[in-house]
């Protein structure tokens, strides 16, 4: 199963639910070389479920300093494509390896 990692608003149950139809297990860990952002939603349907206006969006640095905790959660491929439909155009997915050193997708700036 492939690993998706919350740094944000898909850690909230209820943007799960909606999401995924389920709440999702996971573990916390770390990402380095990020720093996050705030970005500014305006897509009606995000903001409904996350009940946010602004949402983190994760910016490379290149710096090992610095780190971003989350929450590293299993997901299956089907729900790794609800996921690119809940994140906004702003964000793309790709894939990294964390502190863990297990890989996972993550949503960065585009």
Not at 35 to 48: A, G, K, P, S
Not at 78 to 102: H, M, N, P, W
């Amino acid at each position: 199963m492939p690993n998706l990692f919350s740094y944000g608003t898909l850690q909230k149950q209820q943007v799960q639910i909606e999401t995924f139809g389920r709440i999702l297990q996971g573990e916390k860990d770390i990402l380095t070389g990020f720093t996050i952002e705030m970005l500014e939603i305006t897509d009606h349907e995000v903001l409904r479920k996350s009940n946010q206006k602004y949402h983190p969006i994760l910016v490379f640095s290149g710096n090992p300093e610095d780190e971003v905790e989350g929450v590293l959660f299993e997901v299956t491929d089907e729900e790794i494509l609800q996921a690119d439909e809940y994140e906004v155009d702003d964000y793309k997915r790709i894939e990294t390896v964390f502190k863990s050193g297990k890989s996972g997708f993550i949503y960065v700036g585009k």
